[in-house]
């Protein structure tokens, strides 16, 4: 299966020391999880619902995947993301599942620039058509950020309606 690469990512600051494949690689262990959601999406709605969570990541497949849950005190599993690197094509798909229907949601891909992952790709949302983006950035041994934000118009606007603070529990060692 090829993957092709959404119009809207450019990935001409990729540099040829590093193909991608470890670009996911923090993911591994465990972090705290501050979440900030939108009580409706794709509405005009300003209202977020906030929450804590823990996540706990791996790598699989020697580390051209790897995959994290988000659990949450009260609401217990919220899912999954699962992301696989292409070699040939040096991109990510990452796929959620979520604990309300267990589906596999069709990917999101692209690929890490300057320290900033873009990764896009179609979906619905309630029936919708929607682009759909992840962007990861200030990724660090102890902390990280990750939002997702829909479109409807292909890409020329955008609502971030899910923003996660990742932070390292106090009692973490980070392995290089």
Avoid at 23 to 45: A, M, P, Y
Avoid at 117 to 131: A, I, M
Avoid at 146 to 174: C, I
Wanted: aromatic share 10%; charged share 25%.
């Amino acid at each position: 299966m090829t993957t092709s690469l959404p119009k809207t990512l450019d990935l001409s600051h990729i540099h040829d020391g590093n193909d991608g494949r470890h670009d996911f690689n923090f993911i591994t262990g465990r972090w705290l999880v501050s979440n900030e959601r939108l009580k409706k999406r794709l509405q005009g709605c300003t209202d977020w619902e906030r929450f804590e969570a823990v996540q706990d990541g791996a790598l699989l497949l020697g580390g051209l995947g790897n995959m994290n849950d988000l659990v949450t005190e009260d609401k217990g599993n919220i899912g999954m993301a699962l992301r696989f690197f292409n070699p040939q094509d040096r991109l990510w798909s990452i796929y959620w599942v979520s604990q309300s229907d267990g589906l596999l949601q069709p990917p999101v891909v692209g690929a890490f620039a300057d320290g900033v992952g873009r990764f896009e790709g179609n979906d619905s949302h309630e029936g919708r058509p929607v682009r759909v983006r992840f962007t990861w950035s200030g990724i660090t041994p102890g902390s990280a950020r990750w939002e997702q934000a829909f479109s409807v118009d292909g890409g020329r606007h955008w609502e971030t309606n899910w923003v996660m603070k990742l932070t390292r529990p106090a009692y973490h060692v980070a392995h290089h």
